[in-house]
């Protein structure tokens, strides 16, 4: 795998444990940050002291600031609007996807309810977004 953390904004301790686990069986050894409301995450994300992580895996049914609304604060922002955000969610709402989408979400999936659907999904998304993706370099992240 590549080198760069996974933030994974979850505000369900079960599916926290449950996304944990599924990287750990998929031998997905990044480091991965928790935050478990989308203030947190902003908080993590705009810390200047915290290395922006390689992909953020956002829930949108989040407590304090919601998960559509942390997308759109990273995508107004130069430095933080080009980090890969995958939405990992539950809902089967059209507008939380068509939202996403617009608002410039990279990836948008439904978290399967079986644990061995869900850890083929979250395999998947380490192979795609931690091996196979080419991120754009760290100082263009600054630049753009």
């Known amino acids: 795998m590549k080198n760069g953390s996974i933030l994974l904004v979850e505000d369900n301790p079960d599916d926290e444990k449950l996304t944990l686990r599924a990287l750990k069986k998929n031998?997905?050894?990044?480091?991965?940050?928790?935050?478990?409301d989308g203030q947190e995450a902003l908080d993590y994300l705009f810390d200047d002291n915290q290395p922006l992580p390689a992909v953020v895996l956002l829930d949108l049914r989040l407590p304090?600031?919601?998960g559509l609304e942390v997308l759109k604060r990273m995508r107004a922002d130069p430095v933080r609007k080009l980090v890969p955000v995958v939405i990992l969610t539950s809902s089967k709402e059209e507008s939380d996807l068509t939202n996403g989408y617009a608002l410039g979400t990279n990836s948008y999936i439904r978290k399967p309810v079986d644990f061995e659907q869900f850890s083929e999904t979250v395999r998947h998304l380490g192979m795609y977004w931690l091996v196979l993706n080419e991120a754009p370099p760290v100082g263009a992240l600054e630049k753009a």
């Open 64 to 66: 304090k600031v919601s």
């Open 27 to 36: 031998n997905i050894a990044n480091p991965v940050k928790v935050a478990r």
